[in-house]
């Protein structure tokens, strides 16, 4: 596994792109579905643009192979679970005792930056080693 980790890491992007764009609630008091560029009057905002950017910069730095971006796949990643989390919890929830019903791109929006995540710790290989000549 470690062995494609960053194709794996690609893959999960494509998968949370696509997720982005799929709905990820219905509100039948609004008769609705939200999704991660589509709230009603843009209450919850457009959270796929920005976990598409953690995505996106955590998938790069899979394929580069330089220490310090390594590292910053690290914390791109950590924001993006932790984005995403907090976007699973903020369309879920309940409001004024209504439940929206949770359709797939949710939990595949969720599921794909835990794999992004997951992916940042598993490089490939170390480094580039400097040679002294």
């Known amino acids: 596994m470690v062995r494609y980790s960053k194709w794996i890491s690609l893959a999960a992007f ?8 799929l ?15 589509f709230s009603e009057k843009n209450i919850y ?9 953690f995505g996106g910069i955590t ?3 899979s ?3 330089i220490l310090w971006l ?3 796949a690290f914390l791109a990643g950590g924001l993006c679970v932790a984005y995403a989390i907090k976007n699973f919890l903020l369309f879920g929830s309940c409001y004024r ?17 835990i794999i992004i995540f997951v992916m940042a710790f598993l490089p490939e290989s ?3 080693k400097k040679t002294a000549v």
């Open 70 to 72: 390594k590292r910053t």
């Open 97 to 113: 005792g209504y439940c929206p019903d949770k359709q797939i791109g949710l939990y595949l929006m969720l599921l794909s930056a």
């Open 59 to 61: 998938s790069l730095c």
């Open 14 to 21: 494509i998968l949370l792109l696509v997720a982005c764009f």
């Open 45 to 53: 905002g457009k959270p796929g643009k920005l976990l598409l950017v």
């Open 126 to 128: 170390g480094p580039k």
């Open 23 to 37: 709905p990820w609630t219905y509100h039948a008091d609004l008769d609705k579905t939200f999704n991660g560029f």
């Open 63 to 65: 394929f580069l192979r």
